[in-house]
């Protein structure tokens, strides 16, 4: 009898699983993929397509490039998975039944109730998104003057924010545009909740680059061409970029299984309350020690979507399943063309200094990436990318 088994989303989650479910699954199996885009796309190099649109085909990576041709790929968006009658719904109106689902189709942008943010500003969860932000911040910079600038904002100083910040101050430096930027953060540092260090030595950087940073007060409401705060004066802008924080994608909302914001609770074996469903990435909100859930980062998707390929072929041989914990393995961060790097784990190993930047950090935040894409296809693969990342 052929088990039929889902795969949904081609993020980090889901391009990660199924090269693992090939090789993990048996002959009796039948592996269907599906996404509503036909290429993976490096979300966390993403920002590189705010300065230069041209690198996008650099940090995207065709479906077909990572399957095998036994592995049937589906472009669709999904609606819905009806985990009683184990179908998941698309917008088209096609069925794809399943006997076990990997939901992993990413998350949406929280704007936390906060007057007007669902509405005005651009987010960045797409390479869509990326290319409209550099055309804005383009047409934004061309109607500007000197003595006249064009306002940037950026709201959320978390990786995304930071380091989509630093390409916008990139592309103005490049192109010697009229641009003032700013990058607000509610809380009173920036990169929360790093350390002291890091923040630092980030907000040193940014700062450098002649970037404005606004600390310890909320955005209170978001209106066509401008921002409300707590406490400081209304903030005037041409282009804003929200990058606050994540939720769950609309696509779960009707999912009958246990869930926050949209976002599935799935145990520490990456399966949720229903045995047949198991999720993975920024959609789910996976179970860890202290109860404690792994954050919503690219670096726990790819860690967890190897877990979560072997569980669906332990469930499906009735084998008791794996436990996955997340391994922080440090961060990297881009600032332009600069780069930081703070307590990076490499094979187990820690580096001997804590933060550092350089050329040394540049080529671990490129290696990092560079191997993210050799895994699921080649390292010639990879290595055609290194330039862009």
């Known amino acids: 009898m052929t088990t039929r088994?889902?795969?949904?989303?081609?993020?980090?989650?889901?391009?990660?699983?199924?090269?693992?479910?090939?090789?993990?699954?048996?002959?009796?199996?039948?592996?269907?993929?599906?996404?509503?885009?036909?290429?993976?796309?490096?979300?966390?190099?993403?920002h590189r397509v705010i300065r230069d649109p041209g690198v996008a085909e650099k940090i995207t990576v065709p479906t077909e490039d990572i399957k095998s041709p036994s592995t049937t790929f589906v472009q669709g968006s999904v609606?819905?998975?009806?985990?009683?009658?184990?179908?998941?719904?698309?917008?088209?109106?096609?069925d794809v039944e399943y006997?076990?689902?990997l939901v992993g189709i990413g998350s949406d942008t929280a704007t936390y109730g906060i007057d007007g943010m669902g509405e005005h500003p651009l987010t960045l969860k797409s390479l869509e998104d990326a290319r409209e932000i550099h055309d804005k911040v383009k047409e934004a910079a061309r109607e500007a003057t000197r003595e006249d600038p064009a306002t940037v904002v950026v709201g959320g100083a978390g990786l995304s924010g930071i380091q989509s910040t630093g390409e916008i101050a990139e592309f103005r430096d490049r192109h010697n545009a009229p641009i003032d930027i700013y990058l607000v953060e509610a809380l009173p540092e920036i990169f929360p909740p790093g350390d002291s260090e890091i923040q630092g030595a980030l907000r040193h950087r940014l700062e450098d680059r002649d970037i404005e940073i606004l600390t310890d007060d909320p955005i209170t409401a978001a209106n066509e061409d401008s921002i409300e705060f707590d406490e400081r004066d209304v903030l005037d802008y041409d282009v804003f970029l929200w990058t606050g924080g994540v939720t769950g994608p609309s696509e779960l909302g009707e999912v009958d299984v246990d869930k926050e914001h949209n976002r599935l609770n799935a145990e520490s074996n990456l399966q949720t309350a229903d045995d047949r469903v198991f999720a993975v990435g920024d959609c789910a909100m996976v179970e860890q020690a202290d109860d404690e859930v792994a954050p919503p980062t690219a670096q726990a998707a790819w860690q967890?979507?190897?877990?979560?390929?072997?569980?669906?072929?332990?469930?499906?041989?009735?084998?008791?399943?794996?436990?996955?914990t997340y391994e922080d393995q440090g961060t990297l961060i881009s600032v332009g063309e600069?780069?930081?790097?703070?307590?990076?784990?490499?094979?187990?190993?820690?580096?001997?200094?804590r933060t550092f930047n350089g050329t040394p950090a540049k080529v671990l935040k490129k290696g990092a990436a560079a191997r993210w894409i050799a895994k699921i296809t080649s390292w010639p693969t990879a290595l055609q990318s290194w330039d862009a990342l």
Not at 25 to 33: H, S
Not at 306 to 324: P, Q
Request: glycine share 8%; charged share 25%; hydrophobic share 45%.
């Open 5 to 46: 088994v889902v795969v949904l989303g081609a993020g980090y989650a889901g391009a990660g699983a199924i090269p693992k479910l090939e090789s993990e699954l048996g002959a009796d199996a039948e592996l269907t993929w599906i996404s509503d885009t036909d290429y993976h796309l490096v979300l966390h190099e993403a």
């Open 79 to 94: 609606e819905n998975v009806d985990v009683e009658e184990r179908v998941v719904e698309l917008a088209d109106g096609e």
């Open 99 to 101: 006997d076990y689902a």
């Open 304 to 324: 967890a979507a190897d877990v979560a390929a072997e569980n669906i072929a332990r469930a499906i041989e009735g084998r008791r399943l794996k436990t996955w």
């Open 338 to 353: 600069t780069a930081l790097a703070h307590e990076v784990q490499m094979n187990g190993f820690s580096s001997p200094v």
